[in-house]
């Protein structure tokens, strides 16, 4: 399971931002996708759970995303969201969705936010 928490201050309140989650594998994850359950509250206080299906193959066993040496890099997108309160801590939890409880082959898996631009250019 990891654990991250968006402290309130870092986010601009009524900015919007999207969220990705970010992948390495290396050649020997032994599946053509991976199921990520993640525990969430950027939408309001409650905490909800979504199911995100990361692809990391093709149907011929292509992997799909870029990298060098034997990893794979995957930036995936999860949700877009404005912070709606200036106070509250968000928190992201990540934990995998697949029948085996330590998976082999997966490198890294983190959380990128990128500020968007809202309203008339």
Partial sequence: MLIFTIDSLLPSFGVGYDVTVELTTNRSYPYRDLWLLIDQNLTDSQVRTDTLRCLLADEY???????????????????SFIPWDSVSNYRLVIRHGMEEE???GVEKVGVKMIGMKRGNP
Avoid: D, F, V
Avoid at 61 to 79: E, F, I, K, M, V
């Fill in 61 to 79: 066993g292509r992997w799909l995303g870029g990298g060098a040496g034997g990893l794979n890099q995957l930036s995936l997108p999860y949700r």
């Fill in 102 to 104: 330590l998976l082999r």
